[in-house]
């Protein structure tokens, strides 16, 4: 404990560690105002495409935790943000939530469902097999398959639900194509959230409750994994990641 105490900045996950469903888990608000005192540097850094880091800050508002918005990070930004530097001015077909399309809008990329660079899969409450349909055919056509994160299951009050490798699925099986994932477990978004913070790895922790997205995020940072491009959507091949 006296080690995690002397860190000085916080990669946080949301949902199964600040709270589950709309319910804050205990420990929660005194572990805040203890990063607070502290004055220690951190970020809630999610997975989820859904919502915006606003919506985000109302959530934990509402459950009686004031943070300030900057403290927010999602998949949907993550995404976001490495297309553009990927394709400026990119076009996309994307299937989300707000979270996601509104983060695709600030960075400049445009929705096209004729020829798009991009196919973009992140959680949807209205996914349905015309997606499937469209994505299937601009993926053959040459867009790049991108999911805005790798977990397969989410988290509900009553249980789990499908998440965004879930429902990548079905496109990756009728197209072929391996998609690439932004978020946790690439050591891409945790070195973005690093950056957010001003801290070097060795002077962070991470905190999560997934052992395939939170903790392989930390070792990858830990042992320095990098990031690449992504060239096309052979299987993996030639997508340009370097480990």
């Given amino acids: 404990m006296e080690q995690l105490r002397a860190k000085k900045g916080f990669i946080i996950d949301m949902d199964g560690v600040i709270y589950h ?9 005194e572990f805040v105002e203890w990063l607070y005192q502290e004055k220690k540097e951190f970020l809630f850094l999610t997975n989820s495409s859904r919502y915006t880091p606003k919506e985000l800050q109302k959530k934990l508002e509402w459950m009686g935790l004031d943070v ?4 927010f990070y999602t998949s ?5 943000a ?4 990927q394709t400026p001015e990119a076009t996309a077909y994307a299937v989300g ?11 400049g990329i445009t929705v096209n469902e004729i020829h798009p660079d991009y196919v973009i899969i992140g959680e949807a409450d209205n996914y349905c ?12 056509d040459g867009a790049r398959l991108i999911g805005t994160n790798y977990d397969l299951t989410g988290p509900v009050e009553g249980g789990i639900v499908p998440a965004c490798r879930a429902l990548m699925a079905p496109i990756e099986l009728a197209t072929g194509k391996q998609a690439y994932y932004v978020g946790k477990p ?4 945790m070195r973005t959230g690093l950056r957010i913070l001003g801290v070097h790895s060795e002077d962070a922790a991470i905190i999560g409750d997934r052992m395939d997205t939170d903790i392989v995020a930390g070792y990858r940072i830990r042992f320095g994994y990098g990031v690449g491009t992504v060239r096309g959507n052979s299987t993996g091949d030639d997508r340009g990641i370097s480990v």
């Fill in 21 to 29: 469903g709309n319910r804050l888990l205990p420990g929660a608000k």
């Fill in 82 to 85: 490495f297309i553009s530097t």
């Fill in 76 to 80: 949907a930004l993550a995404t976001a």
């Fill in 97 to 107: 939530e707000h979270g996601l399309q509104n983060a695709l809008y600030d960075a």
């Fill in 68 to 71: 300030d918005q900057s403290h």
């Fill in 129 to 140: 097999y015309d997606h499937i349909v469209k994505a299937t055919k601009f993926v053959n």
């Fill in 186 to 189: 690439n050591a891409l978004m």
